[in-house]
């Protein structure tokens, strides 16, 4: 599903990633682990080309979105396939993002209605049946300011899959809540990974690392420092850097 190689990124003279390589199959939940700064949510935009990559090469199910010559010049797909390619993944982040003049409803069919081109009734059924997946169906009339930090990040799923990605992108959605919200947001999570959704999910939630992801990747300095299965790698990581973060955060 994701097929990324050798990604260097640089912010001015500071390299964020350093040759980053990484491979996601279907139905496989991912979560990226790591200190603040070490790269995992550049990763996560540059997959989603909110970023773009310096060099290396990403294929979204197959279709590249990047890639990089012989000569180290990096060329990106054309605009109408970087469209197509996008709407393979949706991506939820930290902040919820919701437009405040719109309401829970208009929030989720706005893009579906605009660029998919869906009929609203359409498109407004779709949004039912989602915010009724998040629990949140009595809240469809209702604007993002008389939400919860836990009930707008819902909405934010939920506006991601109105628009039916294959893969499903989160940047430590719970960093921004109070720790009684998180788990709501958690739950709805669980039941995406439950449903076979892909998922790569940039976290500092220990917990749902070790319980819903199938592999934990450790990032450090912009490197991809370790990436096992989920049970062995909090039982025996592998490398030194590795099991400093487990310690400090366990």
Avoid: W
């Avoid at 605009?114 to 949140?136: H, N, Q, Y």
Wanted: include cysteine; aromatic fraction near 4%; glycine fraction near 8%.
């Amino acid at each position: 599903m994701i097929e990324a190689r050798g990604l260097h990124k640089r912010f001015g003279s500071v390299p964020v990633l350093r040759g980053v390589s990484l491979e996601i199959a279907r139905g496989e939940v991912v979560a990226i682990i790591g200190p603040s700064g070490s790269g995992k949510s550049t990763l996560l935009r540059c997959l989603n080309h909110l970023e773009t990559i310096d060099s290396g090469s990403i294929a979204i199910e197959g279709e590249t979105l990047v890639s990089t010559d012989a000569a180290g010049r990096c060329s990106y797909a054309s605009e109408r396939d970087l469209r197509g390619i996008g709407r393979k993944t949706g991506m939820v982040f930290q902040h919820f993002n919701l437009f405040p003049h719109l309401t829970v409803l208009e929030n989720i069919t706005l893009a579906p209605v605009d660029v998919l081109g869906l009929a609203s009734d359409v498109a407004r059924t779709r949004a039912e049946a989602l915010l009724a997946k998040v629990g949140l169906k009595d809240k469809a009339g209702s604007y993002p300011a008389r939400l919860s930090g836990g009930q707008k990040q819902r909405v934010a799923i939920a506006r991601a899959l109105a628009m039916e990605p294959d893969i499903m992108l989160f940047d430590e959605p719970t960093s921004a809540l109070d720790p009684e919200l998180t788990g709501e947001v958690l739950r709805t999570m669980r039941q995406l990974a439950e449903e076979r959704m892909t998922m790569l999910v940039v976290t500092h939630e220990m917990g749902f690392a070790r319980e819903v992801a199938h592999r934990v990747v450790f990032m450090d300095q912009g490197e991809l420092i370790e990436a096992q299965r989920a049970a062995d790698f909090f039982a025996h990581p592998q490398h030194a850097r590795t099991r400093a973060f487990l310690q400090h955060m366990l």
